[in-house]
């Protein structure tokens, strides 16, 4: 799958300190590089209210990314608390 990365992930992912998150972001990112279908994902579930947003469960956080055309676009990297308000 091709792969965008969104400024405002960006942002979301120089604010953290946690080492230990950022690689576990960078993996993901290149997992989902290599898959050819988003089942293949683990903690992978589509969201509620788009037709073409979903959402990867990393522990307390969550990534935020659009899916079209064979395309991801990571668009936000939040705490569970907030996710849901700022994404979709």
Do not use: W
Not at 6 to 27: G, H, N, V, W
Not at 53 to 76: D, K, P, S
């Amino acid at each position: 799958m091709k792969v965008i990365i969104d400024q405002s992930f960006e942002r979301d992912t120089r604010k953290l300190k946690d080492k230990k998150i950022k690689i576990k972001i960078a993996d993901t990112i290149e997992e989902v590089i290599s898959v050819k279908k988003l089942s293949d994902i683990p903690n992978c579930k589509k969201m509620k209210g788009s037709s073409n947003a979903y959402r990867i469960r990393m522990g307390e956080y969550r990534i935020g990314f659009f899916l079209q055309n064979n395309t991801v676009e990571f668009v936000r990297f939040l705490h569970r608390k907030d996710i849901y308000n700022v994404f979709p």
